[in-house]
């Protein structure tokens, strides 16, 4: 019968790692939370200037304008632009024509003109069909007050 050797315990004065991990998971932790506040922020920005991702994406359809696409489909798409971000501002553009917008926004590669004039007909059909400008005061989507009704 063998018998296992007995535990020794570790000798005085060398380091212990029993701290090493727990510091490690506090570090993370903090990143994590660090990290989640950044993105709730970035959410809440973007919930208040949506117009902020829209330009983004016509800074970068500007940059990379393909050799088809002629000044005046440029400046077409720059006045639809204007009239769509203004009304994106005032809060009136629907939803389904910004996922429209998204939809059709080229991520890759040159813009060529066939999409340069789909993107100004899609902004063109957004901003006309933007939902009515609110009355100073009047929350989007709110429904209207409830009568008073007589108690009998």
Same mark, same amino acid.
């Not at 949506?50 to 393909?66: F, N, Q």
């Given at each position: 019968m *063998?018998? &296992?050797?007995?535990?020794? @315990?570790a000798?005085a004065?060398?380091p *212990?790692n029993l701290?090493?991990w727990?510091?490690?998971? #506090?570090g993370?932790?903090?990143a994590?939370?660090l990290?989640?506040?950044? #993105?709730?922020? %970035?959410g /809440?920005y973007? !919930?208040?200037? @949506?117009?902020? /991702?829209?330009? %983004? %994406?016509?800074?970068?359809?500007h940059?990379?304008?393909a050799?088809d696409?002629?000044?005046?489909?440029?400046a077409?798409?720059?006045a639809?632009?204007?009239d769509?971000?203004? *009304? %994106?501002?005032?809060?009136?553009?629907? !939803?389904?024509?910004?996922e429209?917008?998204?939809? $059709?926004?080229?991520l890759?590669?040159q813009?060529?003109?066939e999409?340069?004039?789909?993107?100004?007909k899609?902004f063109r059909?957004?901003?006309?069909?933007?939902?009515?400008?609110?009355s100073?005061? &009047?929350?989007s989507? &709110? *429904?209207? @007050?409830?009568?008073? $009704?007589?108690?009998?």
């Amino acid at each position: 019968m *063998s018998t &296992a050797p007995p535990i020794e @315990p570790a000798p005085a004065g060398l380091p *212990s790692n029993l701290g090493c991990w727990k510091g490690a998971l #506090l570090g993370c932790g903090a990143a994590a939370i660090l990290v989640v506040a950044a #993105l709730v922020g %970035l959410g /809440v920005y973007i !919930q208040k200037r @949506p117009a902020t /991702v829209t330009d %983004l %994406l016509m800074e970068r359809i500007h940059a990379r304008y393909a050799s088809d696409v002629a000044e005046p489909d440029k400046a077409d798409l720059d006045a639809a632009y204007a009239d769509f971000r203004k *009304s %994106l501002e005032d809060r009136r553009i629907r !939803q389904e024509d910004m996922e429209r917008v998204r939809d $059709t926004v080229p991520l890759r590669g040159q813009v060529r003109r066939e999409e340069v004039l789909e993107l100004t007909k899609i902004f063109r059909e957004a901003a006309r069909g933007a939902l009515p400008a609110a009355s100073p005061g &009047a929350v989007s989507g &709110a *429904s209207p @007050p409830a009568a008073a $009704t007589a108690v009998p």
